[in-house]
């Protein structure tokens, strides 16, 4: 079992930027495609990113495009999601997933969850 902890989350204002890290209880992320996805409360998940295990290639859901980028630290073990001009129809709970394959992430069929940050972007 992985515990996948979020961190980074918080309140903005519109057009700001949060940057949302995700490490591993093991050193294991390397083992996964990694990514976010984000969900609020009554609405349905979405998925916002995702990196390949090697790092070769990075999908995004259409509301990152061009706003978000992940990338991953594989000293540190970690993935992390850079999200800048940020608004306020981003505000949701951003969770950080492993998947065995990148196509699996768009669809939430992932290995492992983490437990979720929040963030919030005020107009």
């Known amino acids: 079992q992985v515990q996948l902890v979020e961190s980074g989350g918080g309140l903005v204002h519109a057009g700001g930027s949060l940057r949302l890290s995700c490490a591993a209880s093991?050193?294991?992320?390397?083992?996964?495609?990694m990514g976010w996805l984000r969900q609020a409360p009554g609405k349905e998940r979405e998925f916002a990113a995702a990196i390949t295990r090697s790092d070769v290639d990075t999908k995004y859901g259409d509301p990152a495009k061009g706003r978000f980028n992940l990338s991953r630290d594989s000293s540190r073990d970690t993935v992390t999601l850079q999200m800048t001009n940020l608004k306020p129809e981003d505000t949701d709970v951003y969770y950080c997933?492993?998947?065995?394959?990148?196509?699996?992430?768009?669809?939430?069929?992932?290995?492992?969850w983490g437990q979720g940050t929040r963030v919030a972007v005020s107009s």
């Open positions: 093991k050193r294991t992320l390397s083992t996964y495609a």
């Open positions: 997933a492993a998947a065995m394959d990148i196509g699996r992430l768009p669809m939430g069929a992932v290995a492992f």
